[in-house]
């Protein structure tokens, strides 16, 4: 399979690539500035990776995401505009963190799963529009390094 230019975000924490979809307006940027600033307080190197469109590019069993060359190192902030951000080139894919709308977020919902360029990758929901909420839940599972069971 080839790339896939997808309707998302990434980040990387240390090191590990978390790829952040929902829709329009749903918070995908102010999620990914949330754990950019947020991120050296405690103890982990956050790396921007893409804002608004990602490519996902399968490498074996692994999908490597960055951002198409017309994006590269700009992010979209509400209400302010397109501005610069130092970014990382390239993360391979650890997790995938959908916004839905917090209603829909079960409370134990075991192992979830997305389907991406022909891979199964694990997934975690997230309620939207609730940065700080949703940064520190990635940055629990970063810093244990476990994902959800």
Do not use: C, Y
């Not at 329009?24 to 307080?41: F, H, Q």
């Amino acid at each position: 399979m080839g790339a896939e230019n997808l309707h998302a975000s990434a980040v990387a924490l240390d090191g590990r690539g978390i790829l952040i979809r929902g829709a329009a307006r749903s918070g995908k940027s102010t999620l990914v500035l949330a754990l950019l600033r947020r991120g050296p307080s405690l103890g982990v190197a956050a790396q921007f990776v893409a804002d608004d469109r990602v490519i996902a590019e399968r490498h074996g069993e692994t999908l490597r995401l960055s951002a198409p060359a017309s994006l590269a190192g700009l992010i979209e902030i509400s209400g302010v505009g397109i501005v610069a951000e130092t970014a990382r080139q390239s993360v391979d894919l650890w997790l995938v963190a959908d916004l839905v709308p917090p209603a829909t977020i079960l409370r134990h919902p075991g192992a979830l799963s997305a389907e991406i360029a022909g891979l199964t990758v694990p997934l975690v929901r997230l309620p939207q529009r609730e940065a700080a909420l949703s940064a520190d839940i990635l940055f629990t599972l970063a810093l244990s390094g476990r994902l959800p069971e």
